[in-house]
């Protein structure tokens, strides 16, 4: 019963997922999926998992961003980026 729940639970949440991608352009989709899959990536390594240019990811982020469907946490010369809500 319990995995039951825990199994119904995963369900809804990419259920949820999905419907919050519907609502962006290739790009984002692209980049949220990315950052789903490996939580507190870095953007470094996020430019090459969704093969986009270092500036048009940041600008992809910067809108993810004020979307507030994601946060970056600076590390020094590192930006690392992180799912905003339980999605």
């Known amino acids: ?27 984002e989709k692209k980049v949220l999926t990315a950052v789903k899959e490996q939580d507190g990536i870095s953007q470094t390594t996020l ?19 004020k979307k507030g469907l994601v946060t970056k946490v600076k590390k020094g010369k590192i930006n ?3 799912m905003k809500k339980a999605l």
């Open 1 to 27: 019963l319990n995995k039951l729940k825990t199994t119904k639970n995963k369900e809804l949440k990419e259920e949820k997922f999905k419907i919050l991608l519907t609502g962006l352009d290739e790009d």
């Open 47 to 65: 430019k090459y998992r969704v093969d986009l240019s270092k500036t048009k990811l940041s600008m992809v982020l910067s809108q993810l961003e």
């Open 80 to 82: 690392n980026i992180f």
